[in-house]
């Protein structure tokens, strides 16, 4: 299939800089040592991230093999996650950057730099010429030097760009707000970090904080793990923001200012993405042993914005996959949340089309958006019937080019 749009695949220097900081912090040990050192932490990492949801500075953001492990084997995926983020505000959801003014991101919950560096690459990969500010906000003083370091020995991927950082805890309170205002605010994996613990109102009272960062035509986007307690309690506190604050509108995932559908009922499914990755040969280095999941990406994400939403028709003409494509021994289907924020159910026929787009259609990703031109209901008003391979485009489908 022909991607919508295709993203600059991770840069082979910043996963250089990585490495090249892993070997110099351990000169004495072999390859091999190294690697056990960086597999032994992975584990531990992920307990932290999934299991215990253990996020103490001291155990976390301080120690060279926690940064250096995360550097080497976690920050790509932050990117790549970031990356689709981005993309999609940028070529689906009508974020705007300025016309000539420098374009200013906020990082919040940094750590070593993924999201906010990502963005600095995209946009110039987008051929983005306003010159960029990012500000990154981090309780680890350790990584966001890191992170300054990256930007200074990879500059050419970002070129006229400057990086301002900040140590600050921000568990316990946001910044004095100032006169300036930023366009771009990320969270990448850093907001149920930042809250855990926190119920609803304070959610929704720590965000209007961030709302008074943002200029008058900016966007937050906040990536979040694909957990769906975690997920479910960001769509909460957006759906919540948006219904009490009246110029606070939701962009995406879905559609019009929907909110999730998923949050409050019970289902099979919740929102979140599941993108297909590359692995370098680095990360299946590392990997082999572990087996770990290297080929995917799996994240919930939002954006938010003072500015009313795209308008599109209240109809199930288009569609954000939800599920897996499923292949029946008749069917292939999938379930998508409409422009009317319903739920769907859309089959065709395999009989009714041919080899080649069937192996197309199954190549669909859950976050994928869906336009279907001539899709008929039948007893079942939540069933759409796609007749023809034809009838089905995707106005947002990105996918990594191929170098």
Known sequence: ??????????????????????????????????????????????????????????????????????????????????????????????????????????????????????????????????????????????????????????????????????????????????????????????????????????????????????????????????????????HETTAFLSSKEKDVFIHAPYFNGAPCPFFSVRTHYYSHEVRKISSSALIEKINNPLRLETREVKFGMTMVSKLPTRSFPQNSSQCRLVSPVRKKKGTISFIGIALDGNEYMYEIQRRSIAQDEAKILSKLERGDILEIKKGEQGKDPKRIRINQFQDISWPFAPRWKRE
Request: neutral net charge; proline residues 5%; aromatic residues 10%.
């Open 1 to 234: 299939m022909k991607p919508s749009i295709e993203l600059p695949e991770y840069p082979q220097e910043v996963e250089d800089w990585w490495w090249k900081q892993t070997v110099q912090q351990w000169p004495d040990l072999s390859e091999e040592k190294i690697l056990n050192l960086i597999r032994k932490e992975i584990v531990l990492q992920s307990d932290r991230f999934n299991k215990t949801r253990s996020f103490d500075p001291q155990a976390y953001g301080s120690r060279e093999l926690s940064i250096l492990t995360y550097g080497n084997f976690f920050f790509p995926r932050t990117w790549k996650a970031m990356t689709l983020a981005l993309s999609e505000a940028y070529s689906f959801r009508e974020w705007n950057k300025p016309n000539k003014a420098p374009i200013r991101i906020l990082d919040i919950g940094s750590g070593s730099g993924a999201s906010g560096l990502s963005a600095l690459f995209l946009l110039r990969k987008f051929n983005i010429e306003n010159s960029i500010s990012l500000d990154s906000w981090d309780y680890s003083g350790k990584s966001l030097s890191i992170q300054k370091n990256i930007h200074r020995g990879c500059f050419d991927l970002w070129n006229d760009t400057q990086i301002k950082t900040q140590r600050l805890d921000l568990r316990n309170e946001l910044p004095p707000q100032k006169k300036q205002r930023f366009d771009l605010i990320l969270l990448g994996y850093s907001m149920n970090e930042i809250l855990q613990n926190s119920d609803l109102n304070e959610r929704v009272d720590w965000m209007k904080q961030i709302l008074g960062m943002l200029s008058t035509s900016g966007s937050i986007l906040i990536v979040e793990p694909a957990e769906k307690e975690v997920c479910n309690n960001l």
